[in-house]
T-cell receptor, first 110, second 113 residues
Framework: DQQVKQNSPSLSVQEGRISILNCDYT??????FLWYKKYPAEGPTFLIS?????DKNEDGRFTVFLNKSAKHLSLHIVPSQPGDSAVYFC?????????FGAGTTVTVRA | NAGVTQTPKFQVLKTGQSMTLQCAQD?????MYWYRQDPGMGLRLIYY???????DKGEVPNGYNVSRLNKREFSLRLESAAPSQTSVYFC????????????FGSGTRLTVV
């Protein structure tokens, strides 16, 4: 049973607009959350993370929000750029092993 | 370039054949992992090695074995390949002292016919 769920397999957004990716988790012991980005034929690369003691973390165009009571996190990309077209994986951990979601494919339209 | 190196990049096996996927990292990380990626399933942990000399099962270990040869190398073996093992395999490494981020290799695309 997947403990990390990304219920939207795909997202299409116009260049310059905001992309919002959602992720839900079931394990209340998770205390650290990460987003990874993956291009075709490459391995995933770390994008941004957040500890459970925070509810927001920003890094340039990327912001991750955490709602612990709802067991929900989201990734905002503003503004979206063509190079952001990729698969985004949400991940969570309570030790050092990461549990991943199924991924959301983002397509940024010109 | 520093990172995680996986070999081979592509492989086609016949059902019942065996093979070993190789992984090496040069970042002096303590922990190493093998994941498989399947459509709609995301990345699922097969085996991991928290430190040199230890290995443990992950979420989907059946049909696989691993060896942590030394601190740098962590191999994944398929003793008798099955079509259900057709997947993309990723090796990763991490060091808890540097946070929870993993560094991934570029993957091995395996097809079992």
């Amino acid at each position: 049973d997947q403990q990390v769920k990304q219920n939207s397999p795909s997202l299409s957004v116009q260049e310059g607009r905001i992309s919002i990716l959602n992720c839900d988790y079931t394990n209340s012991m998770f205390d650290y959350f990460l987003w990874y980005k993956k291009y075709p034929a490459e391995g995933p690369t770390f994008l941004i993370s957040i500890s459970s003691i925070k509810d927001k973390n920003e890094d340039g165009r990327f912001t991750v929000f955490l709602n612990k009571s709802a067991k929900h996190l989201s990734l905002h990309i503003v503004p979206s750029q063509p190079g952001d077209s990729a698969v985004y994986f949400c991940a969570a951990t309570d030790d050092y092993k990461l549990s991943f979601g199924a991924g959301t494919t983002v397509t940024v339209r010109a | 370039n520093a990172g995680v190196t996986q070999t081979p990049k592509f492989q086609v096996l016949k059902t019942g054949q065996s093979m070993t996927l190789q992984c090496a990292q040069d970042m002096n990380h303590n922990s190493m992992y093998w994941y498989r990626q399947d459509p709609g399933m995301g990345l699922r942990l097969i085996y991991y090695s928290a430190s040199e000399g230890t290995t443990d099962k992950g979420e989907v270990p059946n049909g696989y074995n691993v060896s942590r040869l030394n601190k740098r190398e962590f191999s994944l073996r398929l003793e008798s390949a099955a079509p259900s093992q057709t997947s993309v395999y990723f090796c990763a490494s991490s060091d808890r002292g540097q946070g929870y981020g993993y560094t991934f290799g570029s993957g091995t695309r395996l097809t079992v016919v």
